[in-house]
């Protein structure tokens, strides 16, 4: 049964993070929430390699290779917030219109 | 339900509600330098939640790159736009957060019935426990040495390209007359309205 719980938890930490995704203006709390995806994935992903797969633990595997690419996610994320800001002097994304027509 | 069931029942409770309650937060509050410190909250709590899971090294490698250098980057990175602005009101941006929010709801209720009702295949073969560093390592140099090996590729071209990406314009000093009476102690490079400035300055 505890297998369950930790799923939904997942499920009501990624709805959160889509939600902030959606909604926030600040391009920073954009990456934020990108987080939260990240980390409601690699959440599931160490449930079930507790729960379906104890002893081969791939999930966990996967779970370090998740970690590693969130890192080097936000890096650039942010690099790029950065140099948009020092472009336009504003994090509002309603006022972005790159890469869109 | 003997004592160990109840302790981890109990600690799964209190983690959950820390971290579902600092995601609402970091999502929802209007302050952001709040919100990046409830996101190390989450952080904090998730790794919590991989040591219930018997994921002692991913719960360390959480802290350690989570709370230690995405958290920090992302609080140098409000640091450095750290400017005070009252964004532009939209009309009808209730509407389009309460779309979204019915949305996220509906996503929920229906990953919650898919998980409930799966038969999931619990195995009962024993957890590695505290093996489970040395499994990991085996993984990754025998049947995962590709994607490994392809992660530390993309580490390098995720490190170039933030420097590439957050350098300022490097404009080195063309006439020699403005450096004598330049201060000392500046960087040899400059922001870009700054060097517009002194380009117009001397045609």
């Keep these: 049964m505890q297998l369950e719980y930790f799923l939904l938890i997942a499920a009501a930490l990624f709805c959160i993070g889509i939600y902030g995704l959606v909604t926030s203006r600040n391009a920073i709390r954009v990456l934020m929430s990108i987080e939260l995806l990240l980390n409601a994935v690699n959440l599931n992903l160490i449930a079930f390699s507790n729960y379906l797969d ?24 942010l690099a790029i917030v950065l140099s948009i800001y020092r472009n336009r002097d504003t994090v509002d994304m309603e006022q972005f219109n790159l890469l869109k027509w | 339900m003997n004592l160990a069931d109840g302790v981890q029942i109990v600690s799964l409770a209190i983690l959950a509600l820390m971290m579902i309650g600092s995601a609402l937060g970091v999502v929802l509050l209007s302050s952001i330098v709040y919100s990046a410190f409830l996101l ?11 040591i219930l899971l018997n994921a002692g090294f991913v719960a360390a490698a959480q802290i350690l790159i989570y709370v230690g250098a995405v958290n920090v980057l992302i609080l140098f990175g409000i640091m450095l736009v750290n400017k005070r602005e009252d964004f532009i009101e939209i009309k009808n941006a209730w509407l389009g957060r309460l779309v979204t929010a019915a949305v996220c709801v509906g996503l929920f209720a229906l990953l919650g019935t898919m998980i409930l009702a799966t038969p999931w ?18 993984h990754l140099f ?20 933030a420097i590439v990406l957050a ?3 490097f404009l080195p000093d063309d006439d020699a007359t403005d450096a004598t009476n330049a201060p000392v102690f500046t960087l040899p490079e400059r922001s870009r309205e700054l060097a517009t400035l002194s380009r117009d300055k001397s045609s």
């Design chain 1, 54 to 77: 104890p002893s081969e633990i791939r999930g966990q595997v996967f779970g370090v290779f998740v970690i590693t690419i969130a890192a080097a996610e936000s890096a650039v994320g």
């Design chain 2, 40 to 50: 190390g909250a989450v952080f904090v709590s998730m790794s919590g939640l991989f």
């Design chain 2, 121 to 138: 295949s619990v195995s009962t073969a024993v957890a590695a426990g505290d093996e489970a560093t040395v499994i990991i390592g085996m």
């Design chain 2, 142 to 161: 025998s049947d995962y040495l590709l994607p490994f090996e392809l992660a530390s590729v993309l580490l390098l071209m995720a490190l170039i390209g």
């Design chain 2, 167 to 169: 350098r300022r314009e």
